[in-house]
């Protein structure tokens, strides 16, 4: 490895090729973030020079790693660029734009400096080769080539590929060099163009870390990023990726046209996870790799755990785990699309990707890409049941407004319990670990909670817009028979397209619905904004009809009548024949909650009741107790729940004690999973049983039956 700081004039002075991969990803740099911060940067060093001609200033640019490539005899040197695509390709616009707006001002000598920084001389260009010095092989290759070649005047407009950002990049530093070149006047544009020139050559510095081609180049690219955009964990993973697939002897571009499935604007839409964006592509790899750990993984983890994943756990050739995670974003993006068209009859897995994304949650997104895993023998019935379930637990803590920041780690070890449960044991298993949560940040709540709650909750200031319209859709699409998750017999479901959201009684009422006192006027506030008080229509009213009146020719519920066909619309006619007021409101929050409990069933007998005291009070409890009980038969093996250790096992030996894979022997669970992990764990969370539960739940079990036997 050679490191050294260079200046532009020694990077890119000799004939060669520098050579982006194909697997690195596109040209992210902009206007406000990178372009004109480096135009300021280069402005001050040009005019440091011409203020004083003997300085000698210096801007630093950061890193670049290039690694050589092995070429025939009598070829180009040529370097693969590692790390720092950006900045050179920034560079090498920059220098053309320049040399552009010089050869135009008739600044020969130094335009024929520029451009030797940019092509190779036609002597070293073979066949149809093109000559530039910097070669693109990703999907920014036609928009480089064609306006690093078009000659000047350069019509942008007309570009085949001008709203790509590296023409824009041109155009942008064109504008900017010919403003400030002629700003001056024509005496001066020989000067500053001479000042400029050794400004970009010169007063620019970059550190170059030189590799050959045997050396490992992914190291030093994990630990550096690129000016100003930071690398996505979806960089760093396709970059792992293909140095793995080169060291499989793997046809690289072949498996990047093939099998690399992120390089499309789909994958590149930013996603709202809390309140920090992150790319689709890197948000689905940290879903994908949920799915198949079951452990929680933090974004910023994302690349690391997969690291891990591939070198400890996977078990496949990088090639082979490649086809699956096509596969997979392939379905992930079918339901992403599918969701998003607002007339079409949505399977169970799709509505729950819309009502997901209503609601702005992400947690479930795992468990469906672990039920449609490649290879899964978890059949359409059992899958749609345990969609079902799940999103019923989080639809209705988002209904009560509860937390949800506890989902993502009970999702991921949902899966990680789960994955070795039989298909016909699957939707039970999970029924019982989803009603067996009792704690605040995770149980499922009740039909009376959920009744009580939405009886007197001001909806429309508590929740986005959203999500508040997916819950009235819901209510809607109840009405015209989609119940829980099975389909309607006939009809369709109410189309999504973002119907507006009515208050019946209106936000300003006092005009056409007076009250007579103070106490009545807190009462009718108090029930505007309530589910009762909410509709959605397909199309907006005016406001003179919005805050008019109810009933009469022209009234409200005259309106709906004759411009609505909304099956909620209809009941509301219905129920408010003779006016429209607080009883009617509570009477209608009432059927609206009873339609949303109906959407989103709990298994018959489930409260959703909170525990007073975590399990982990009951410190007294011993595996000796539960095998003494007959709760633990002798011989039991408990598995490790955890992803590296997923493989260790322990036996329930006669005396209570527990028996590991390697012989050793623990009075308690902490005691084995502590040995296992070589640190502090909660063995009763650690292991599970034979039917994918957690030991913890057997001594809720064996505590229960004391406690009835007590009382009784």
């Known amino acids: 490895m050679d490191t050294a700081v260079r200046t532009p004039l020694e990077v890119f002075t000799m004939p060669q090729h520098l050579v982006v991969p194909l697997f690195q990803r596109p040209y992210v740099w902009e206007q406000d973030n990178q372009w004109v911060p480096l ?113 000047p005047p350069v019509a942008y407009p007309a570009l085949n590929h001008a709203s790509s950002l590296i023409p824009r990049a041109h155009q942008y530093f064109a504008e900017q060099i010919a403003s400030w070149t002629c700003e001056a006047g024509d005496e001066m544009v020989a000067v500053r163009a001479n000042a400029l020139a050794n400004a970009l050559t010169q007063s620019l510095q970059i550190v170059v870390i030189g590799l050959r081609a045997d050396e490992n180049s992914q190291e030093i690219f994990e630990t550096l990023n690129a000016r100003g955009t930071p690398l996505t964990a979806a960089d760093l993973i396709k970059n792992f990726v293909f140095q793995r697939l080169t060291a499989e002897g793997i046809d690289t571009h072949m498996a990047y046209r093939d099998l690399w ?58 090639a082979t785990l490649l086809r699956s995670i096509k596969d997979q974003a392939s379905q992930y993006q079918r339901w992403t699309e599918r969701a998003a068209d607002p007339h079409a009859e949505l399977s169970v897995v799709e509505m729950c990707v819309y009502r997901s994304q209503a609601a702005e949650i992400e ?99 508590r929740f986005r817009r959203g999500r508040l319209r997916m819950f009235l859709e819901a209510v809607e699409d109840h009405y015209r028979g989609y119940t829980g998750s099975t389909p309607s017999a006939t009809g369709t479901r109410v189309a999504r397209v973002g119907l507006p959201i009515e208050h019946l009684m209106p936000q300003s009422w006092a005009q056409h619905w007076p009250v007579s006192n103070l106490a009545e006027e807190v009462e009718r506030e108090s029930h505007i904004h309530r589910f009762g008080n909410l509709t959605l229509l397909t199309a907006t009213l005016n406001s003179a009809v919005s805050n008019g009146p109810w009933l009469g020719e022209n009234g409200k519920r005259a309106k709906l009548e004759r411009h609505d066909v909304l099956l909620m619309n209809r009941r509301i006619r ?93 009075s308690t669970p902490s005691g084995a999973g502590h040995h296992i992990r070589k640190g ?30 007590q009382e009784a």
């Open 363 to 461: 947690a479930l997104k795992p468990v469906l890409l672990w039920l449609h895993e490649p290879g899964s023998e978890v059949s359409p019935g059992p899958r749609d049941k345990v969609v079902a379930m799940l999103e019923s637990w989080f639809m209705r803590r988002a209904l009560l407004r509860l937390s949800l920041g506890d989902m993502g780690r009970v999702v991921a070890e949902l899966i990680g319990v789960h994955r070795r449960i039989a298909d016909t044991d699957l939707v039970e298993s999970i029924e019982r670990s989803l009603t067996n949560l009792n704690a605040a940040s995770t149980y499922w709540p009740g039909d009376e909670e959920l009744r009580t709650a939405l009886a007197a909750d001001a909806a429309y200031r």
């Open 574 to 666: 219905e129920l408010s024949v003779d006016g429209w007021s607080e009883k009617e409101i509570d009477h209608r929050t009432s059927d609206v909650a009873d339609a949303l409990i109906a959407t989103w069933r709990i298994p018959e007998g489930h409260i959703g009741a909170v525990s007073t005291g975590p399990v982990a009070g009951l410190p007294e409890t011993s595996t000796r107790e539960l095998v003494a009980s007959g709760l633990l038969p002798v011989g039991t093996v408990l598995r490790a729940r955890y992803g590296q250790w997923a493989d260790r096992k322990c036996e329930v030996l006669a005396t209570g004690e527990l028996l590991t894979d390697d012989g050793k022997k623990f």
């Open 680 to 709: 502090a764990t909660n063995g009763w969370s650690f292991w599970e049983l034979p039917d994918g539960r957690r030991l913890s739940a057997l001594r809720t079990e064996y505590h229960e039956t004391h406690r009835t036997k």
């Open 261 to 318: 499935p992120f390089d499309m604007k789909f994958w590149e839409k930013e996603i709202s996870v809390g309140r920090y964006p992150i790319s689709r592509s890197s948000l689905f790899l940290n879903q994908w790799l949920v799915s198949r750990v079951g452990e929680e993984i933090g974004p910023k983890s994302t690349f690391t755990r997969f690291k891990h994943y591939v070198e400890h756990e996977a078990g496949f050739p990088m």
């Open 39 to 151: 135009w300021q940067d280069v402005r001050r060093l040009v005019d440091l020079r011409l203020a004083n001609p003997a300085a000698s200033p210096t801007h630093f640019l950061g890193a670049v790693v290039l690694q050589s490539m092995p070429g025939q005899m009598g070829s180009l040197q040529s370097w693969s660029i590692i790390d720092g695509q950006q900045r050179l390709t920034t560079l090498q616009l920059l220098f053309d734009a320049a040399a552009s707006v010089f050869e135009a001002a008739g600044v020969d000598q130094v335009t024929g400096q520029l451009e030797a920084l940019t092509q190779n001389p036609i002597a070293f260009v073979q066949g149809e080769d093109v000559p530039l010095k910097l070669r693109h092989s990703n999907r920014d290759r036609e928009a480089y080539d064609e306006i690093m070649l078009t000659d």
